[in-house]
């Protein structure tokens, strides 16, 4: 969808400035019936905007069918916008219950066209000749004739009025918190349940300081929408988050309602201003502004004595608090959400609930890397040309399983190549287990594989999957927040790890193994989990240093044709043939069962040159390609 704002007018729009002192802006926000069909655009003064389907509109709704290609016309004035049908409307435009065809919007009122509502708010009104006014605010030119801070020992001794009314609120503001699809939203909300709550408020507004610590007026709503303008103090809001940093509540006197430049604050008694506690992105709060029945008196003993006032200031706290609470835990999820997508889960754990950057910094370690690699996607392509969907989804499937027992293990994901994972032990943390942990993870994916390779109905029918797993040094860390974490693992092992799944395709074998992996794994592998076996002497294309690798197979109860006895024989004709040794290779190799894969490569190349050794022969098998 193209939406075209104030910063891109029509041919038509104008910006005319009527008032050489301030611009009025507009915020004009959308609400369609799914959450992703909520927009909003900033309108200036003295300006025409068309509202339309249509993508050359002003102003796009490509998600309502009920609108017309070009449906409303809007002309903004000073405080106020013109409202008018186009000679296009198909369907009827509904302002304060009825049909109109033409009409005035003030802000806080709305239109419907359609599933689609519209609000007009007033965003903020900046000076132009005098850059020292704050935006959105009132002019402060009138000092209150009391100021008064609290502590929280003083509001703890308050006693709530209307107490079932304040706790209903507060029972609704978590899911206002979680469930507003914007800030926009959330911010709406916000102010409507502070107007809930707090009996004497006649207006509300959500303030903050922006980088530069000039406040600015994120919304704001009155108790009576026709009341019109409301400016908060830009003095009283600029003191209370970032000077004291605490709630600050000013008092004014009846006769500052003949200042001129006072009107926007004068028809108000009191008005206080709440931080929301940290952590948050930029210091930002609730302002709340009203008149009581009768007029405070102006004494520290008498305002502090007010038990419905200072109700009010321990209520907006609470709110503040509740706030500040339940956005630190969603930002927790969010960061446990983005780690677990890296890490095993009590790696997780303990990363989001001590996020020490140390940690996570790139260092050179000890790791153990799995490249696994996903066999039949080519062909699988081909042959699922009508259907590329469902192939995404089967790949996602395997995708998730290999990545699931990486992290069962203790790996971490570093990344995703296609149809390929990459998973590394040994960061962040050091471990004994390491190698270990990648055998056991590269063991599960092939046992998944297998289950169901053979059943057509399954997503991994017809797939298979390479593994390589090489042990070496390594840089590894993240890159990125904390929130948003990036994790990756520099050096030679990771490439010698992806030239040994590569390898898997030639040795006929799922998982290769470097000696590196093998001599670790010599060790620590219980022949109830898993069994090794060499396979060749290799140099792999691309690389200077030669490698024995070996296969890592499954327990012998799990694969009986391959009993350790097969294994041992097996063992017997590889170190024939890299001794040179080709016509005792090729008897013991002749003695696999025929189900073993793994004979073809050294028993085509022995049969290739007669059972005869090459008299340039080292034991060493280079590959010429990937």
Same mark, same amino acid.
């Given at each position: 969808?193209?939406?075209?704002?104030?910063?891109?007018?029509?041919?038509?729009?104008?910006?005319?400035?009527?008032?050489?002192?301030?611009?009025?802006?507009?915020?004009?926000?959308?609400?369609?019936?799914?959450?992703?069909?909520?927009?909003?655009?900033?309108?200036?003064?003295?300006?025409?905007?068309?509202?339309?389907?249509?993508?050359?509109?002003?102003?796009?709704?490509?998600?309502?069918?009920?609108?017309?290609?070009?449906?409303?016309?809007?002309?903004?004035?000073?405080?106020?916008?013109?409202?008018?049908?186009?000679?296009?409307?198909?369907?009827?435009?509904?302002?304060?219950?009825?049909?109109?065809?033409?009409?005035?919007?003030?802000?806080?009122?709305?239109? &419907?066209?359609?599933?689609?509502?519209? *609000?007009?708010?007033?965003? %903020?009104?900046?000076?132009? !000749?005098?850059?020292?006014? !704050?935006?959105?605010?009132?002019?402060?030119?009138?000092?209150?004739?009391?100021?008064?801070?609290?502590?929280?020992?003083?509001?703890?001794?308050?006693?709530?009025?209307?107490? !079932?009314?304040?706790?209903?609120?507060?029972? %609704?503001?978590?899911?206002?918190?979680?469930?507003?699809?914007?800030?926009?939203?959330?911010?709406?909300?916000?102010?409507?349940?502070?107007?809930?709550?707090?009996?004497?408020?006649?207006?509300?507004?959500?303030?903050?300081?922006?980088?530069?610590?000039?406040?600015?007026?994120?919304?704001?709503?009155?108790?009576?929408?026709?009341?019109?303008?409301?400016?908060?103090?830009?003095?009283?809001?600029?003191? #209370?988050?970032?000077?004291?940093?605490?709630?600050?509540?000013?008092?004014?006197?009846?006769?500052?309602?003949?200042?001129? !430049?006072?009107?926007?604050?004068?028809?108000?008694?009191?008005?206080?201003?709440?931080?929301?506690?940290?952590?948050?992105? #930029?210091?930002?709060?609730?302002?709340?502004?009203?008149?009581?029945?009768?007029?405070?008196?102006?004494?520290?003993?008498?305002?502090?004595?007010?038990?419905?006032?200072?109700?009010?200031?321990?209520?907006?706290?609470?709110?503040?608090?509740?706030? #500040?609470?339940?956005?630190?835990?969603?930002?927790?999820?969010?960061?446990?959400?983005?780690?677990?997508?890296?890490?095993?889960?009590?790696?997780?754990?303990?990363?989001?609930?001590?996020?020490?950057?140390?940690?996570?910094?790139?260092?050179?370690?000890?790791?153990?890397?799995?490249?696994?690699?996903?066999?039949?996607?080519?062909?699988?392509?081909?042959?699922?040309?009508?259907?590329?969907?469902?192939?995404?989804?089967?790949?996602?499937?395997?995708?998730?399983?290999?990545?699931?027992?990486?992290?069962?293990?203790?790996? &971490?994901?570093?990344?995703?190549?296609?149809?390929?994972?990459?998973?590394? *032990?040994?960061?962040?943390?050091?471990?004994?287990?390491?190698?270990?942990?990648?055998?056991?993870?590269?063991?599960?994916?092939?046992?998944?594989?297998? &289950?169901?390779?053979?059943?057509?109905?399954?997503?991994?029918?017809?797939?298979?999957?390479?593994?390589?797993?090489?042990?070496?040094?390594?840089?590894?860390?993240?890159?990125?927040?904390?929130?948003?974490?990036?994790?990756?693992?520099?050096?030679?092992?990771?490439?010698?790890?992806? %030239?040994?799944?590569?390898?898997?395709?030639?040795?006929?074998?799922?998982?290769?193994?470097?000696?590196?992996?093998?001599?670790?794994?010599?060790?620590?592998?219980?022949?109830?989990?898993?069994?090794?076996?060499?396979?060749?002497?290799?140099?792999?294309?691309?690389?200077?240093?030669?490698?024995?690798?070996?296969?890592?197979?499954?327990?012998?109860?799990?694969?009986?044709?391959?009993?350790?006895?097969?294994?041992?024989?097996?063992?017997?004709?590889?170190?024939?043939?890299?001794?040179?040794?080709?016509?005792?290779?090729?008897?013991?190799?002749?003695?696999?069962?025929?189900?073993?894969?793994?004979?073809?490569?050294? #028993?085509?190349?022995?049969?290739?040159?007669?059972?005869?050794?090459?008299?340039?022969?080292?034991?060493?098998?280079?590959?010429?390609?990937?």
């Amino acid at each position: 969808m193209v939406a075209r704002t104030a910063d891109q007018p029509s041919e038509n729009s104008h910006c005319r400035n009527t008032d050489r002192e301030r611009v009025t802006l507009f915020e004009l926000t959308a609400e369609g019936k799914q959450a992703e069909h909520h927009h909003q655009w900033d309108l200036q003064t003295q300006s025409t905007y068309v509202i339309g389907r249509s993508d050359s509109a002003d102003i796009a709704i490509g998600w309502d069918p009920h609108i017309s290609r070009k449906h409303v016309r809007l002309k903004t004035g000073d405080q106020d916008m013109e409202i008018e049908c186009t000679g296009d409307a198909s369907n009827p435009l509904f302002m304060r219950g009825r049909e109109i065809q033409k009409g005035r919007l003030r802000p806080g009122e709305c239109f &419907v066209i359609g599933s689609t509502t519209f *609000w007009l708010k007033l965003q %903020r009104i900046e000076a132009q !000749d005098n850059p020292q006014v !704050d935006i959105g605010f009132a002019d402060d030119a009138g000092a209150p004739v009391e100021e008064v801070t609290f502590d929280e020992r003083t509001l703890r001794k308050i006693r709530f009025r209307d107490a !079932d009314t304040r706790l209903d609120v507060l029972s %609704r503001l978590p899911e206002v918190i979680l469930g507003a699809h914007t800030d926009s939203e959330f911010y709406h909300q916000l102010a409507d349940l502070i107007l809930t709550g707090v009996k004497f408020a006649e207006a509300v507004a959500i303030v903050m300081l922006d980088s530069a610590g000039t406040p600015v007026v994120l919304h704001w709503g009155r108790r009576r929408e026709t009341a019109g303008e409301f400016r908060p103090s830009g003095r009283l809001v600029v003191d #209370s988050l970032e000077k004291r940093r605490k709630t600050i509540l000013h008092i004014w006197e009846p006769d500052q309602t003949t200042i001129q !430049d006072y009107t926007a604050i004068a028809e108000f008694d009191w008005a206080f201003c709440t931080p929301i506690p940290k952590p948050t992105e #930029s210091a930002w709060g609730i302002y709340v502004a009203g008149r009581l029945d009768e007029p405070i008196v102006p004494t520290e003993s008498q305002i502090t004595g007010s038990s419905d006032l200072q109700g009010d200031i321990k209520f907006t706290e609470l709110v503040g608090e509740i706030i #500040s609470s339940v956005r630190r835990l969603n930002r927790l999820e969010r960061r446990y959400a983005g780690l677990s997508q890296f890490f095993a889960p009590p790696v997780a754990a303990i990363l989001s609930d001590n996020p020490n950057a140390d940690v996570l910094k790139p260092r050179e370690c000890d790791v153990t890397v799995l490249f696994c690699d996903l066999r039949g996607f080519s062909k699988s392509v081909e042959e699922s040309a009508e259907n590329l969907t469902g192939l995404l989804e089967r790949v996602s499937i395997a995708l998730e399983t290999m990545t699931d027992q990486i992290l069962e293990h203790g790996g &971490v994901t570093c990344d995703f190549q296609g149809d390929a994972v990459i998973g590394f *032990w040994g960061w962040p943390f050091d471990s004994d287990d390491a190698t270990l942990n990648a055998a056991r993870a590269a063991l599960g994916i092939r046992a998944a594989f297998d &289950v169901t390779r053979d059943r057509e109905d399954h997503p991994l029918a017809k797939f298979q999957m390479g593994i390589g797993i090489a042990r070496g040094r390594a840089v590894a860390g993240k890159i990125g927040t904390t929130e948003h974490v990036k994790v990756t693992v520099f050096g030679p092992v990771v490439n010698l790890a992806s %030239r040994l799944e590569g390898l898997t395709k030639q040795l006929r074998v799922p998982i290769v193994i470097d000696e590196a992996t093998a001599s670790t794994l010599g060790d620590q592998l219980d022949p109830s989990v898993g069994r090794m076996r060499k396979l060749a002497k290799i140099l792999p294309y691309g690389m200077e240093k030669p490698v024995v690798v070996s296969e890592l197979l499954p327990a012998e109860d799990q694969t009986p044709a391959f009993s350790d006895a097969t294994l041992q024989r097996y063992e017997q004709g590889i170190d024939h043939f890299i001794a040179g040794e080709w016509e005792q290779a090729y008897e013991c190799l002749h003695d696999m069962p025929a189900e073993d894969r793994a004979q073809d490569f050294p #028993s085509m190349l022995i049969a290739q040159h007669n059972r005869i050794a090459p008299p340039d022969w080292d034991g060493i098998v280079r590959i010429p390609n990937k």
